[in-house]
Structure formats: C-alpha cells, structure tokens
C-alpha cells in the first residue's frame, strides 16, 4: 500500500509540475502581451517630435515638450525668425503668431526652447535662470545648442525634422 500511495504522489507531482511549466512558458508570452498593449496606449503621449533650427551658423535638432505650447509651434511650422542676442545666454526672436500658454518655470538649461511671452521665442544657449513669471518650455535642444553663442543677430528657420 505504501508503494502504491508513493507512486500516487509521484504521479500528482509530475502533473503539477506539467501544469507549472505550462503556466510559466505562457507568463513571459502574456506579460510581454500587457506590456505591448500598455505602450502601445501611451506611445502616442510618449513620442518625441522634434524640430530642426537652422541658421547660417549650423544647425540643431531639439526634442519638444509634451504640452499644448509646443503642440501650437507644430502647428505653424515652418517659420523664419530674426533672433537677437540677450544677456549673453540667449537668443529671442518673435513668431509669427502666438502659442498656448501653458505652466511656467524659471530655471532653464542649456538648450532649453522656451517663450517668454506667447510669442517670443528664445533659444537658451547657457544654463540659468529667469524671473517671474518664468518661461514656458517648448522642448529641449539634442544638439548642439552652443552654435547660437555668438554675438549679434541670426536668422533662423524653424521646421519639422525627418
């Protein structure tokens, strides 16, 4: 009888460890499922779009900022505005028409893309800070920004990058 009751609980034993390796050559496959599904709700608040500046002076490629501001740039892309230096850490110039305002802040770093008004736009080429009421960000340079770090003014235009 004891062999008997010994080969009954081998024979449970193999079952469940069946039914445990089914279960777990299955979890990677549906948890790999919910992650796909997951990102694929929230790529589209996830990607980046980004945008090329260029001038005379050299080009940068700036990823822009998930917010109603930045949105509106896209929307009147491209453009071409005549910058101007400001305190030595930043180049401003006008847009054409005015973006959303959003949430304000007054650290900025290097590359920083921000408006100081609805349609000031200004390109930070050094790391600081402004006063109140702050800048709204647009986005933030992937190159290099110190291109605009020289003195004088520039005309840049401003577009969608591939």
Known sequence: MTASFSGLLKKRDCEEKRTMIARTRHMPVTTLAAIVFILGLKGTLMAQERILISSEWGEVTAELADNDAARSLLGILPVTIQMRDHLRQEKTGNL?????????QTHFSKGTLGLWTSDHFECYYRDGQVP???IIILGQAVGNASIFDQPGPVTVHIERAH
Do not use: D, F, T
């Open 132 to 134: 109140q009421p702050g």
């Open 96 to 104: 054409p028409s005015p973006l959303k305002e959003v949430a304000r």
